[in-house]
């Protein structure tokens, strides 16, 4: 797909736009750490300097180690940058739910509910932006689409306190946002990065949600991306991870039966994420993914590979 936008003007459309928008009022933003919200980051900051406050609400659900290295890029910028470590909170209000939505929904309130409470220490703040992209709102049902399923930074609940939404990624697909987020010189490490979903690993642990499962996911999910980061640029899927499914079957350890996870490995070959393939990946590859996972991620005695294109599958499984 050629870029449909022509990046530059873009950026300077938005600017004006957030300007106009915003006024001398601040404006607080939902840092992930992701393409999307690193590169809206950059623009509004660009647009009105020193009024954009990010808050980066570590959910749990973040992959290994990414908490503490997101905190490590971003708290090094000229941002006003907070962490809040909310993984206990979002675990008790997730208690007992296992039905995909419900899970969506929960995440994406208590999202909004940790920004208000936060942006309410840090005083007058009107503005709420979001790094919300093109097939956001297409597969969220908004703007006259089918809905596929709600992506969490579109299900805003009613009562949302904030004067308006600042949305400059809105009409873009991913390669558009990237190409905006170099443009505005933001480093390849972010510019590049996989995309990540809003709600994290909690639409990958299938079901309800604990933070063992999540531990044991995050483990055999760094395996998964370390070995498909060895291959070469041209080749390496567009995104790739673990599922933990929940299904435990039987297998045999030390000449003893064991009966253990589940892990799936998901990796898709795609260019704006509403359709794509699952990616060829060579045996060689898989088997030393399935042969480190199951000796080591404790628990885990069985991987399989999703061959399954989008559609009929999504990229995600929840
Ligand atoms: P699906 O699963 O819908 O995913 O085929 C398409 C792309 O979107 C990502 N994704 C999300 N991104 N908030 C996001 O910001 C969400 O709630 C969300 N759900 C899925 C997914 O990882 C894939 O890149």
């Known amino acids: 797909m050629e870029n449909k936008i022509i990046t530059s003007e873009y950026i300077e459309s938005q600017i004006t736009q957030i300007r106009q928008q915003v006024g001398d009022k601040g404006v607080l933003l939902g840092l992930s750490g992701g393409v999307d919200s690193s590169v809206c980051a950059a623009l509004i900051e660009k647009a009105v300097p020193g009024q954009l406050h990010c808050i980066f609400v570590d959910h749990g659900f973040m992959r290994l180690n990414e908490g503490d290295e997101i905190e490590a ?19 008790a209000r997730l208690k007992g739910v296992s039905d995909p939505e419900t899970k969506r929904k929960i995440i994406g309130e208590e999202f909004v509910r940790v920004f208000e409470e936060e942006s309410a220490k840090l005083g007058d703040i009107e503005f709420l932006a979001q790094g919300t992209i093109f097939p956001d709102v297409a597969e969220s049902g908004s703007d006259g689409h089918k809905k596929v399923k709600s992506h969490h930074n579109v299900a805003l609940p009613d009562d949302i ?31 590049a990065r996989q995309p990540f979903p809003g709600p994290g690993i909690a639409v990958r642990v299938l079901g309800e949600l604990t933070r063992e ?21 041209d080749v390496r899927p567009s ?11 039987v297998g045999v350890r030390d ?13 898709v070959i795609t260019r704006d994420f509403v359709t794509g393939q699952y990616a060829r990946l060579s045996h060689e590859v898989l088997e030393v993914i399935a042969a480190r996972i199951t000796r080591e991620v404790p628990g885990v005695n069985r991987v399989v590979y999703d061959i399954t294109d989008k559609p009929p599958g999504t990229v995600e499984w929840e």
Request: include cysteine.
């Open 255 to 267: 000449n003893a039966r064991s009966y253990e996870n589940l892990i799936a490995v998901r990796a």
């Open 239 to 249: 995104q790739y991870f673990a599922i933990l499914p929940g299904i435990m079957s």
């Open 73 to 91: 890029i971003f708290s090094q910028k000229n941002l006003n940058f907070v962490r809040v470590n909310a993984e206990e909170r979002f675990l």
């Open 161 to 191: 306190k904030f004067t308006g939404l600042v949305e400059p990624l809105r009409p873009l697909y991913k390669e558009d946002v990237r190409a905006v987020g170099r443009e505005l010189g933001l480093p390849e490490i972010l510019v």
């Open 213 to 233: 499962k999540c531990d044991l996911l995050r483990l055999a999910d760094a395996i998964v991306r370390e070995e498909i980061d060895k291959m070469p640029d």
